[in-house]
């Protein structure tokens, strides 16, 4: 009888925190990571693995996704997952929340949160959990049951109140499906914020309050309004460059600000900035960080912002926050060298092209926001991120270990003895264009069609357990949900 069930050898061990890459052996039991030393004995093994000198990452924690927004959850969550194993993403942690879209109904989380689960149960090729949004004023008492049913981050989608996901909109009680009365506004926003506190001070949840926190989606709905009238009535802008004046990244410097204040009254100290996308808004974020240093704060960007701007694309880069013009995409990655960012995600939100463009299809008011692109945020992070000196150490870290720790998935992120073996190899030595028919997405398009990586994930295993291999998924759906506060 073998030691181990598996062997990778001859690899490159990029590990979050080490200084450089190691050449490590990797021995995987029972779905952990059970040896990983300079040379290991491939007769230990059941099956050995050649790396082919190959870098070895922790498998990416994509910590915001989109599964159900515009496709039911169930057939998100099959399709999506095999994009996720294909860009080397082993947990992804998706968004949900009552109203228009996802399952377009709204109600009791204690009824609705069962159903999400049922939904996904069986499906994914990743593991994945959700961050749970509370619309409603009923929502803020069931904060309790939820964290009961392993949630452990909350979102705040801060223009909701009064803009459209899209534009411009008059009625967003309609698209919220608020009850008669209600409004998602600042005051509910800190009334959010009171009631994650309260929870996180039960002594219930004393060994895991370090791990809730809320995340915000920093845009001014007010702001947006006036400019959106703005550009629209001047006709002077078209295509994603009008879309980025229409929300200007001062909006995003306002809301931030909004919300840190906020976090300081309440007094919850977990604050995650969502998908920042301009020098502007990360110039607020760092302001809030020196006026409040007792509030732990996270600050997040997309792939998609560093690599495209708002003149490289067309519609289908509509996003919400925008684009932005290419000196904002600079200042990310200024401040993303500089150690301000703590991680990177996709937010991918696959949108089939028959629901994403309007008519005409060039009226980028018209379009529908988001888009795919976890099976693109490891490789064109070491594509982008080496050519300005970001190490692959580093690189780990900002896909894996930090949102891993924050988010609560206590058994991921690291290459360590007894965490999951969750890993992907990565061939950084090819050469190839994006097109988004090579893509496992459902989506049949991507803003980053005709881009240039020199990196390509050849291999992911899942909790030991082979997912994607030379171009295609493999096996069954062998993704679970992750409970992110059992004791």
């Given at each position: 009888?073998?030691?181990?069930d ?70 998100d ?131 895991i ?32 460059e ?7 990244p ?9 919300a ?67 000196e ?32 005409p ?14 099976e ?19 690189i ?7 949102p ?23 061939d ?21 069609e ?6 390509a994930?050849?291999a ?17 759906p ?9 004791a």
């Amino acid at each position: 009888m073998t030691a181990y069930d598996l062997l990778i050898t001859n690899v490159e061990v990029a590990r979050p925190g080490a200084e450089s890459v190691e050449k490590l052996d990797v021995a995987v039991k029972d779905g952990k990571f059970a040896k990983i030393a300079p040379s290991i004995a491939a007769s230990e093994a059941a099956e050995v693995v050649d790396g082919k000198g190959q870098t070895l990452f922790p498998g990416v924690v994509d910590g915001h996704q989109h599964w159900g927004i515009y496709n039911p959850l169930d057939e998100d969550t099959a399709k999506e997952s095999r994009a996720n194993a294909q860009g080397g993403v082993t947990a992804g942690l998706t968004y949900v929340r009552t109203g228009a879209y996802y399952l377009n109904k709204t109600g009791s989380y204690e009824e609705i949160y069962p159903e999400v689960l049922e939904l996904a149960e069986g499906k994914a090729y990743s593991d994945y959990a959700f961050h749970v949004a509370p619309i409603n004023q009923s929502h803020l008492t069931e904060i309790p049951y939820l964290i009961d049913q392993g949630v452990a981050s909350f979102k705040i989608f801060m223009f909701y109140g009064a803009h459209g996901l899209h534009g411009r909109s008059a009625d967003q009680g309609k698209f919220l499906m608020l009850p008669e009365g209600e409004s998602y506004d600042y005051g509910h926003f800190e009334f959010v914020m009171r009631a994650i506190e309260e929870a996180r001070r039960d002594p219930k949840y004393a060994d895991i309050k370090d791990q809730i926190s809320l995340s915000l989606h920093c845009e001014t709905a007010e702001i947006m309004r006036a400019y959106t009238k703005l550009v629209q009535d001047e006709g002077k802008l078209s295509g994603l460059e009008a879309y980025s004046a229409s929300r200007p990244p001062h909006s995003e410097g306002l809301a931030v600000t909004i919300a840190s204040y906020l976090a300081y009254e309440t007094e919850l100290p977990n604050i995650n900035l969502l998908h920042l996308t301009s020098a502007k808004a990360l110039d607020a974020a760092m302001k809030m960080q020196q006026t409040f240093p007792h509030i732990n704060f996270r600050r997040e960007v997309t792939i998609g912002h560093l690599l495209a701007d708002c003149h490289t694309g067309n519609p289908a880069g509509k996003v919400n926050p925008p684009l932005r013009p290419r000196e904002d995409v600079e200042a990310l990655w200024d401040h993303l060298l500089a150690g301000n960012i703590s991680w990177v995600v996709s937010d991918h939100a696959c949108c089939k092209e028959e629901a994403k463009f309007g008519d005409p299809k060039e009226d980028v008011f018209l379009a529908k926001s988001g888009f795919g692109g976890a099976e693109y945020l490891l490789p064109g992070l070491v594509s982008e991120g080496r050519k300005r000196g970001l190490s692959y150490t580093r690189i780990a870290e900002l896909v894996a270990q930090a949102p891993a720790e924050r988010y609560g998935l206590t058994s991921k992120g690291r290459i360590e003895e007894g965490f999951d073996a969750d890993f992907c190899l990565v061939d950084d030595t090819v050469n190839y264009t994006v097109r988004a028919e090579d893509s496992e997405s459902a989506q049949e398009y991507t803003p980053l069609e005709g881009y240039e990586m020199s990196a390509a994930v050849t291999a992911t295993y899942l909790r030991g357990g082979v997912v994607f291999r030379d171009g295609q998924v493999v096996g069954e759906p062998r993704g679970e949900y992750v409970n992110r506060t059992r004791a």
